[in-house]
């Protein structure tokens, strides 16, 4: 008799409460449920539902393997998992790409926070088959054998909206918010005072405070992209806002430039007039593109004179982020600018706490301020060593407790290596294959490329604290699931090919040389 899709779900689960203690269990496992079984081109398609998108990440980035592994057991060979990511209560319009998430060509409408996505996981040794998305979260994988990457950017030929949900024919716009990043979730010390309420104020009433634009700016990992989607998602949720949109700059980039090609810049520049709540992160990235900024330099100034609110963030202060134009430069600084800076002690205890909390996390006073200590240059990297503890005490059965945290907290500061950033890695990634530096951020699919930029990509991830999503960025505006995929491709080649793993070794001990 053919088994129900909570049947399989329930068989997965029983692998899965074998390999993962009760904690991870509990947090990861428990919440998710059967949506659907399906046969397809000699396929069973499982299908589950996950709470949020973050689900999602989580899930592929820590039991990606496992998930595999449950998946052929019980499926067999041919089974495949999808994700289908619930749609969130404020989004209402994203019943309708719900039904439509999984059909819909990879890439319509993605972006952060859309409302509805599904991502694949192939149970076979090769990575995931393709799983067709309508959010940057989900999974957008290409064949392993293919020299090609999945680069759901590139392929996405709607730039007539390119933000707008996909089978809606009005144009309602999808915010890219993430749900996670709420003022509630926030927490304040000495180090964002300042930012934090002019945020606050600014989210009560949008384009009606002097801080028009509002520009954050600050080192990596301190909360800047989560302070000013704050704005954002509590804009929309109390309905100071209409139209709401956070786009990074380098995907505004990507995006502009398609119009050009398309003959669409009309279209996009109108998209953007309608917006009443705009934020851009990372606007250092418009550094040296000047068409960009001409056409960003408009659409500042038809918003800002219709009294629309402009949101930015920039790693450095403003007058210090070189090749911006004279003019655009004088604008980020026309309302007002504030900075974020490293937490101190207190703060950091306080968001160990918080997050602990928000994903019931048993953890003691002690641990929590154990690692309070230690890590103090960003948030990220704090949370950072949150999710290592607990991979550790998932992987090897043990108690979160003071012991773990101090093993887990040699191995991190071992792994972080002092200064070492992204260009450097691409730098002696390129050298080592005798490549232009260029290409690797550039668009190519050429093999040899390809291959380079996985590599990068892998120690980027490997060896720095920086996310997936500005690791991305720094590969030429690629999203995340990119990254992931350049990981897990090199993860395995490593595996089945011992010239290539020769290759990365060297490139490893390179990287680990320059960088003390
Ligand atoms: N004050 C805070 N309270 C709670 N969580 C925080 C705080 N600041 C940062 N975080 C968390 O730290 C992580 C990194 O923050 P975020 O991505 O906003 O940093 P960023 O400054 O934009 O970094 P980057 O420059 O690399 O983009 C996020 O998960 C965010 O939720």
């Known amino acids: 008799m053919e088994r129900s899709a909570e049947d399989v779900w329930e068989a997965c689960l029983d692998h899965i409460r074998e390999h993962v203690n009760r904690q991870s269990f509990k947090t990861w496992f428990e919440p998710l449920s059967a949506q659907s079984i399906e046969e397809e081109e000699n396929l069973r398609k499982l299908t589950i539902q996950l709470p949020s998108r973050f689900y ?74 393709q799983g067709s998305s309508a959010s940057a979260g989900s999974a957008n994988f290409s064949e392993q054998d293919s020299p090609s990457e999945s680069a759901p950017d590139e392929e996405d030929d709607t730039v007539r909206n390119p933000f707008a949900i996909p089978g809606i024919q009005k144009a309602t716009i999808d915010s890219q918010l993430n749900s996670n990043y709420t003022f509630d979730r926030f927490i304040q010390g000495d180090c964002n005072r300042l930012a934090r309420s002019a945020s606050w104020a600014i989210a009560q009433e949008p384009g009606g405070t002097s801080f028009n634009p509002f520009l954050v700016y600050g080192g990596v990992g301190l909360g800047k992209t989560h302070l000013i989607q704050s704005i954002g998602n509590q804009a929309k949720e109390t ?169 887990v907290l040699r191995d991190l500061m071992q792994d972080v290596q002092v200064n070492l950033t992204i260009e450097e890695i691409q730098r002696i990634v390129c050298e080592y294959f005798d490549i232009n530096e260029d290409l690797i951020r550039a668009k190519t699919r050429k093999r040899e490329v390809v291959r380079a930029r996985q590599i990068a990509m892998y120690f980027c991830k490997e060896m720095t604290q920086h996310s997936l999503k ?37 490139i490893g001990r390179k990287i680990e040389l320059r960088s003390r």
């Open 239 to 407: 309905g100071t806002a209409d139209t709401v949109l956070y786009v990074s700059s380098e995907r505004f980039t990507t995006e502009f430039v398609q119009s050009i090609q398309r003959n669409r810049i009309s279209e996009f520049s109108m998209f953007y007039r309608q917006i009443d709540l705009l934020i851009v992160d990372d606007v250092q990235f418009f550094s040296g593109k000047e068409k960009t900024q001409e056409e960003f330099f408009h659409i500042f100034n038809a918003l800002h004179q219709s009294g629309k609110q402009i949101v930015l963030s920039a790693d450095r202060p403003p007058r210090e982020i070189d090749g911006i134009e004279e003019r655009l430069l004088s604008r980020f600084q026309w309302g007002l600018s504030a900075d974020v800076q490293a937490p101190g002690l207190e703060t950091r205890i306080a968001i160990l706490q918080r997050k602990a909390e928000d994903d019931q996390i048993d953890l003691d006073q002690e641990v929590i301020e154990f690692i309070a200590h230690n890590i103090k240059s960003n948030i990220r990297e704090l949370e950072g060593a949150l999710i290592r503890l607990l991979a550790h005490a998932s992987l090897h059965q043990r108690d979160l407790d003071l012991d773990l945290a101090k093993e």
């Open 56 to 129: 999602y990440e989580w899930l592929e980035e820590h039991y990606y393997s496992l998930l595999r592994k449950t998946v052929t057991q019980v499926l067999g060979e041919d089974g495949r998992l999808f994700y289908d990511i619930v749609v969130e209560p404020d989004a209402s319009e994203g019943a309708e790409s719900s039904a439509g998430a999984r059909s819909a060509r990879p890439n319509e409408g993605d972006g952060a926070g859309a409302s509805s996505n599904a991502g694949a996981i192939g149970s076979a040794a090769s990575p995931p088959q």
């Open 470 to 506: 500005t690791i991305g960025l720094h590969f030429g505006g690629r999203d995340h699931s990119t990254v992931i995929h350049a990981v897990k491709t090199v993860e395995d080649q490593v595996d089945t090919d011992t010239q290539f793993r020769d290759a990365v070794d060297q």
